[in-house]
């Protein structure tokens, strides 16, 4: 079946490490999105690509960075830079044409300790 | 710019009873408008998409929704809860050109709790 993975589900990152999120689609969709999930604010895109090694910030990059070296992966690397990285983080990739809507991974939990 | 309110951050229903969540939205170009549901830490799943064709749309596990422009308003209705649909719902809106293609906007999220 065809599907985005997110890995891994559970993330601890020490104050000052960089940690990178995974994400893999066999969707063949030619867009992928990452968001931040906080409580009460809804999901607020981070950064999109919309074509191999092209992306975009969204509204909150800051801290983070991405590559889009295969259509079929998307990492999210957050850096020491972002101050305040304690949350969820969701990967979707949708086709071009957004009318089928997007197709969303499980998700990865990033904790500070 | 565009915009998406959900009206209530909390609704809460008895099994069996009506579900209304409520949905308006801000465009300047016709729109695209979806349902996702979210489960506890789990992503979000589609459940049912505005996309210019029929103006009330059906979607899974019973849900429905019908876009009225004049309202500009996508409220998503369930004629009889059950105990499987508590859960976080968000109202979803694109903006179907320009700059921002393909990009979504995300209301705040409805969630839904359900009790026997």
């Known amino acids: 079946d065809g599907g985005i993975t997110q890995s891994p589900k559970y993330l601890f990152r020490k104050e000052g490490q960089n940690v990178t999120l995974s994400c893999e689609q066999n969707?063949?969709?030619?867009?992928m999105y990452w968001y931040r999930q906080d409580p009460g604010q809804g999901l607020r895109l981070i950064y999109y690509?919309?074509?191999?090694?092209?992306?975009q910030k969204g509204d909150i990059a800051e801290g983070y960075s991405v590559s889009r070296e295969k259509k079929e992966s998307f990492p999210l690397t957050v850096t020491s830079a972002q101050k305040n990285p304690t949350a969820f983080y969701l990967c979707?990739?949708?086709?071009?044409?957004?009318?089928?809507?997007?197709?969303f991974g499980s998700g990865t939990r990033l904790t500070v300790v | 710019a565009q915009s998406v309110t959900q009206l209530g951050s909390h609704v809460s229903v008895s099994e069996g009873a009506l579900v209304l969540l409520r949905c308006n939205y801000s465009?300047?170009?016709?729109?695209?408008l979806f349902w996702y549901v979210q489960y506890p830490n789990q992503g979000l799943q589609l459940l049912l998409k505005?996309?210019?064709?029929?103006?009330l749309v059906k979607g899974i596990n019973g849900f429905e929704a019908e876009f009225k422009k004049s309202e500009t308003s996508f409220h998503l209705t369930k004629p009889s809860a059950h105990m499987s649909d508590a859960a976080e719902y968000f109202c979803?809106?694109?903006?179907?050109?320009?700059?921002?293609?393909?990009?979504?906007?995300f209301g705040q999220g409805t969630i839904l709790t359900v009790h026997p």
């Open positions: 979707a990739s949708s086709k071009v044409d957004i009318r089928d809507g997007y197709t």
């Open positions: 969707l063949n969709h030619d867009a």
């Open positions: 690509s919309q074509i191999v090694n092209d992306f």
């Open positions: 465009s300047s170009v016709p729109p695209y």
């Open positions: 505005y996309t210019s064709a029929a103006t």
């Open positions: 979803v809106l694109s903006n179907a050109g320009g700059t921002s293609y393909g990009k979504l906007t």
